[in-house]
């Protein structure tokens, strides 16, 4: 029996599902960081190679299925083909048995596959960053933001910590309106505000400025959920609302009045976003864990398997199972 290992290589995670031809999922297997972006070409082979090596012990318990019987290895990541290549993730999958034809896909494009069958329609991910796709006969066709935090990711967690900080810091140094969002960002740093003073500014506000610009700027990333938490407050109030605005916006950014299909939204974000997923105007909408689903229905397409309806929603059974 021919097995494909299909791969959703993320930056928080990295998702290794084992397919067979029906769609029926075998095993599954996590990981650490698989974007070769973020967390460096090396460590996302490490990943993607300790995900397939769970996910196919399982697949072999399950079914009796062994490397050798895959016929095919999809990974689904951002950016990986012109880093690296498939070299760096082959000679991670060769000691365990995998001698398979490898092939990218867009992350995006996983995403999308992951809510439906269907080959067009859109997909709108936020996350630590936030990019629209518009998909057409199963490819990804136009493409808005995802241009990171520097230069775009509007609306994203990124974005949205970073008005939360700045926001603060407005409130404590006296040039912006306060906030309850102030309360519960010193929280989540452990800082205190006694009070006290230096050089004329809170002491407190110099502590967090010393924290915050010690980090990477996208684990401002963190904070967003403190937006969501202090619902009710005016100034957490106008950054969701902004956010799901600039979120519409990238999405109108991709949109084609002849393609009708559903929207597909992922990313930790969008999770918390209803008022935006209510004034989505679509025939469809669904929302999805992470890309792995979308990565299988893409393995299965490139071994000229066709995903209906029913293949489909088998995968999506099959694998919710595993997990």
């Known amino acids: 029996m021919t097995i494909h290992l299909a791969v959703d290589a993320g930056g928080t995670s990295t998702r290794c599902v084992v397919v067979d031809e029906s769609g029926g999922c075998l095993g599954y297997g996590r990981a650490a960081s698989g974007n070769p972006i973020s967390a460096g070409a090396a460590l996302a ?18 079914a009796g299925s062994t490397a050798a019987d895959v016929g095919s290895v999809l990974l689904a990541m951002a950016g ?34 992951s809510g439906t069958w ?33 230069l775009g990711d509007d609306g994203s967690g990124f974005w949205v910590g970073h008005r939360v900080a700045r926001a603060v810091a407005a409130d404590l140094d006296r040039r912006g309106p306060r906030t309850a969002l102030t309360a519960a960002l010193l929280a989540e740093l452990g800082l205190r505000d006694d009070g006290a003073l230096h050089q004329g ?9 010393e924290l915050l610009y010690a980090g990477r700027p996208v684990e401002l990333s963190r904070f967003a959920q403190l937006a969501f938490a202090a619902a009710g407050d005016a100034v957490a109030d106008g950054i969701v609302r902004d ?29 918390r976003h209803e008022a ?4 989505i105007a679509a025939p469809e909408v669904h929302r999805v864990e992470d890309g792995a689903v979308g990565a299988a229905v893409i393995a299965l397409q490139q071994a000229s398997v066709t995903v209906d309806e029913s293949v489909f929603a088998r995968i999506v059974r099959t694998l919710s199972a595993l997990r």
């Open 276 to 279: 935006l997923v209510a004034r």
């Open 118 to 150: 269907r080959p067009d329609g859109y997909a709108l991910v936020a996350g630590t960053g936030a990019t629209a796709v518009r998909v057409e006969g199963g490819e990804v066709a136009r493409t808005a933001d995802g241009l990171g935090w520097l």
């Open 201 to 209: 500014r809170p002491a407190v506000l110099q502590r967090l400025i």
């Open 80 to 113: 990986a083909s012109a880093l690296s290549g498939t070299e760096l993730f082959a000679a991670g999958l060769a000691p365990l048995g995998v001698r398979a034809r490898f092939a990218f896909a867009p992350d995006l494009l996983a995403t999308f596959c």
């Open 243 to 271: 956010a799901a605005d600039a979120l519409l916006h990238a999405l109108e950014a991709v949109a084609d009045p002849a393609v009708m299909g559903p929207v597909v939204l992922g990313g930790g974000t969008l999770v």
């Open 45 to 62: 082979a490490r990943s993607v190679a300790e995900a397939a090596e769970t996910a196919l012990r399982q697949a072999h318990a399950a």
